[in-house]
């Protein structure tokens, strides 16, 4: 966090006093970003394998008897603490933004216990819970969590997110009807494999966001239009030096700059930026070296369902 960046100085030399060809793989938020801003001095091409840009940041719409809604199905909230530098892109770039809330509601079992955050009327939505010694646990757990985990965040080291909340002492409705369905919902992931992630990484997660306390919590906000808009004025200022449907197949670099290998042959550049994930990245990477493999290696991924 903290103050945002310059955006409007990118700060990388001529190619022998000319504009340097620099080719950006990937259109998520960070190869637009990077696309948009080199462009204002360098002669940029993205490439994105897929027919469509944006990455996560990706409109559908939804029908209504009105004609329709604006649906984010990726990318959906931020909020000027944690994303500064996006807030200021998005201002620099004239995207029009709304108040909205980021809210979270549990039904577990079939109904048997549901219930959400937003006041006591969704933490008690069922009054059965006034009397359920479990529920009461979860709750007292919950307390204890919010007020131990950010004074104990610099001693965890690589200690998992499950030994730590043994060591803690917080007990099973604690994890199985808050906790963990909570950490699979922001991270797309099993409630099974979240007792093994990196206790330290979780919740500097949730401090940055402002969701361990109950109160002054951030201001959540949402592009007017869906994400679509920010993602349609981003790409504007170099829309004809946008290549869909055109896959980097391998990248090779040498000591006059780099070689993309297309489908239909292969092209120079003097700089490559390669905005995609780490697995990807290291796919591409034609010539990786020892470090590149061990760190794109060590991060690995996992396909999820999404319905709309």
């Not at 807030?87 to 029009?96: D, I, R, S, Y």
């Not at 909340?165 to 979240?194: K, N, Q």
Request: proline share 5%; aromatic share 8%.
């Amino acid at each position: 966090m903290g103050e945002a960046a310059n955006l409007n100085s990118p700060a990388i030399g001529f190619a022998h006093g000319r504009p340097r060809r620099i080719a950006v793989v990937g259109s998520g938020i960070a190869g637009m970003s990077c696309a948009w801003l080199l462009s204002q001095v360098h002669d940029v091409t993205l490439f994105e394998a897929d027919d469509r840009i944006g990455g996560h940041s990706h409109t559908q719409i939804a029908p209504t008897n009105d004609g329709g809604v604006a649906v984010d199905t990726g990318f959906i909230v931020f909020n000027p603490q944690t994303y500064p530098n996006l807030c200021a892109l998005f201002e620099n770039l004239g995207v029009a933004t709304l108040d909205t809330e980021m809210t979270f509601a549990v039904s577990l079992d079939g109904g048997r216990l549901e219930y959400s955050g937003t006041d006591l009327g969704g933490i008690f939505a069922q009054k059965r819970n006034l009397v359920s010694p479990r529920y009461w646990s979860m709750l007292k757990d919950l307390a204890k969590f919010y007020r131990r985990a950010p004074k104990d965040l610099a001693l965890l080291g690589d200690e998992a997110l499950g030994a730590y909340l043994d060591r803690l002492g917080c007990g099973t409705p604690f994890r199985e009807d808050h906790l963990y369905p909570m950490a699979a919902a922001i991270w797309s992931s099993d409630v099974g494999d979240i007792p093994n992630f990196p206790a330290a990484s979780f919740i500097r997660f949730c401090e940055n966001h402002g969701l361990l306390k109950f109160s002054d919590r951030p201001t959540w906000r949402t592009v007017k239009g869906g994400s679509r808009e920010y993602v349609a004025k981003i790409t504007a200022p170099y829309a004809d030096a946008i290549r869909r449907n055109c896959p980097v197949r391998s990248i090779h670099r040498d000591e006059r700059g780099v070689t993309l290998t297309l489908d239909r042959g292969e092209e120079r550049f003097d700089d490559v930026v390669i905005a995609t994930h780490a697995d990807q990245a290291l796919a591409l990477l034609a010539d990786a070296d020892a470090d590149e493999r061990r760190l794109l290696g060590a991060i690995h991924y996992r396909r999820n369902h999404a319905v709309l």
